[in-house]
């Protein structure tokens, strides 16, 4: 089974308590959305329900995220796992 990219936006703002890094967005690579969403919960949000998601990206570019934040602050997306917001890949 191959694996894919996924970027996901949730709803939220500041002082919502969103895990750090997550109001940018959240790379995850994964099997299929909900490998990834199920990835996403268990590692970033340890299990607790999920804000609304309100945008899913399926096999983002990369190169596309934001250049200034995104980019620098990833690990490699080739491995099935969260590689944005740092600090949530095991």
């Given at each position: 089974?191959?694996?894919?990219?996924?970027?996901?936006?949730?709803?939220?703002?500041?002082?919502?308590g969103?895990?750090?890094?997550?109001?940018?967005?959240?790379?995850?690579?994964?099997?299929?959305?909900?490998?990834?969403?199920?990835?996403?919960?268990?590692?970033?949000?340890?299990?607790d329900?999920?804000?609304?998601i309100?945008?899913?990206?399926?096999?983002?570019?990369?190169?596309?995220?934001?250049?200034?934040?995104?980019?620098?602050?990833?690990?490699?997306?080739?491995?099935?796992?969260?590689?944005?917001?740092?600090?949530?890949?095991?």
């Open positions: 089974m191959s694996l894919r990219r996924f970027w996901i936006e949730f709803e939220g703002q500041l002082g919502d969103l895990p750090a890094g997550v109001l940018v967005g959240c790379g995850v690579t994964a099997f299929n959305y909900d490998d990834a969403v199920n990835l996403v919960r268990e590692r970033v949000f340890e299990g329900q999920l804000p609304r309100k945008k899913c990206v399926e096999d983002v570019d990369v190169s596309a995220l934001d250049q200034g934040h995104v980019l620098p602050n990833m690990s490699s997306p080739t491995e099935r796992g969260i590689w944005f917001p740092l600090g949530y890949e095991a």
